[in-house]
């Protein structure tokens, strides 16, 4: 599966962006889809996810409430849509997909896009 992530940018503190992830020549048929994030010198952590049965999402606490993710009905395109954006919020944004039973952990994803960079300013 290759994936590519788009949808990052410069944003003030309040505002909201919305990150697609595409799948080159195929769905994401039989695989469950993450959204992770790296802030500056920091490790990669979890953000958001959708299962690919039931389309079961999960988020980590900080931006519950603020970020949904959620995926067409072709399940080509997966989304975070991101509100009330904050500065803690400001990392490279990556997509990923895992096949076999849900995860969070980012080290069990096996394909990953190329990462975009959101920067929320104060």
């Known amino acids: 599966v290759q994936l590519q992530a788009s949808g990052g940018g410069l944003v003030q503190a309040g505002g909201s962006l919305r990150l697609s992830c595409a799948a080159s020549?195929?769905?994401?048929?039989?695989?469950?889809m993450g959204w992770f994030r790296q802030p500056p010198g920091k490790e990669r952590e979890f953000v958001a996810a959708?299962?690919?049965?039931?389309?079961?999402?999960y988020y980590e606490n900080s931006v519950k409430g603020r970020f949904t993710i959620s995926r067409d009905n072709a399940k080509t395109t997966v989304y975070l849509q991101m509100n009330s954006l904050k500065p803690e919020d400001t990392a490279v944004y990556y997509c990923a997909a895992r096949g076999g039973v849900y995860s969070s952990s980012p080290t069990l994803y096996e394909y990953w896009g190329q990462g975009t960079l959101v920067t929320v300013s104060s």
């Open positions: 020549g195929r769905t994401f048929s039989g695989y469950h």
């Open positions: 959708i299962t690919w049965s039931y389309g079961y999402t």
